[in-house]
């Protein structure tokens, strides 16, 4: 009943026993479909594995802005080649990150523009990373057309009848007015574990703002822990957390939040089964 819409599944920090020791959990959880995120080549690789290896699970293939210079023309045509495959769904991550700064911010801004081309091209979903970077972000992804009519003409409309983007906001951190200018350019907003905290007022003013219809959840484990684990690793089947607080939140059942989640997070990445 839970569709956890970004997570990584396999991190080097966690050992081979461990994933063994996670797959099992996920499958005895309620969790339904989750997306294994790739953030650069080796990981593309592993997510797209992954896809093919569990039914619950598909995958986003990309270079994060960390990972941006290391992207060259080579690591972007086997990008390319790995979208094409069953049960990749999306483009992601990619964005800006200008809190670390790991890659040059040109080089981040450069490796950013290529990929929402090639999910242009492609016609696919985008997942979008951004800190620290909000205005530039929504910058880029403005002058790259992915909120251009064309675009959204990949995709069917939303259920109020407005253009889809199918741009997925992930981990979503800027301010409730901004949310509200992506929603109104076709994008998706999805909030993660931090929800659940208590200093968590600015993210619960943009839960407040946006309709449950553009509303995805996730985990992005195996970071951002929810609270009541917040300290130790975090798991996909968390996502449960962070439906309860969005249910809170929106004086909402849980089942309805799951339900509807899960649904919004089907459409979006086009499954169907």
């Not at 200093?199 to 309709?211: M, P, T, Y």
């Not at 929810?226 to 939140?249: D, M, S, W």
Request: hydrophobic fraction near 35%; proline fraction near 3%; charge should be negative.
């Amino acid at each position: 009943m839970l569709f956890d819409s970004h997570t990584h599944l396999k991190t080097e920090s966690i050992t081979d026993e461990e994933f063994v020791e996670l797959i099992e959990e996920i499958e005895e959880s309620d969790l339904s479909y989750a997306v294994d995120i790739g953030c650069d080549l080796e990981s593309s690789m592993l997510a797209a594995k992954h896809a093919k290896e569990y039914d619950w699970c598909y995958a986003a293939v990309g270079y994060h802005p960390h990972e941006a210079k290391d992207m060259g023309d080579i690591e972007l045509a086997m990008i390319e080649s790995l979208a094409k495959k069953d049960k990749v769904k999306a483009i992601g991550e990619i964005g800006l990150d200008y809190y670390y700064d790991y890659s040059p911010r040109d080089v981040q801004i450069d490796v950013f523009r290529k990929q929402i081309q090639l999910a242009n091209k492609m016609k696919m979903p985008i997942v979008v990373h951004s800190r620290d970077a909000s205005q530039e972000t929504m910058d880029v992804l403005k002058e790259e057309g992915a909120f251009s009519e064309e675009r959204k003409n990949f995709f069917p409309k939303r259920q109020d009848g407005s253009g889809d983007a199918r741009v997925l906001i992930h981990c979503y951190s800027g301010s409730a007015q901004m949310a509200t200018q992506y929603v109104k350019l076709g994008a998706t907003i999805s909030v993660a574990g931090p929800i659940t905290f208590k200093n968590s007022r600015k993210l619960q003013e943009v839960v407040d703002v946006v309709s449950i219809d553009n509303l995805l959840i996730e985990t992005d484990a195996p970071f951002l822990t929810p609270e009541p684990f917040r300290g130790k690793r975090n798991k996909t089947y968390y996502v449960e957390h962070v439906a309860r607080r969005i249910a809170l939140l929106k004086n909402m059942e849980y089942e309805e939040v799951a339900k509807i989640t899960l649904d919004n997070a089907k459409r979006f990445f086009d499954i169907n089964d």
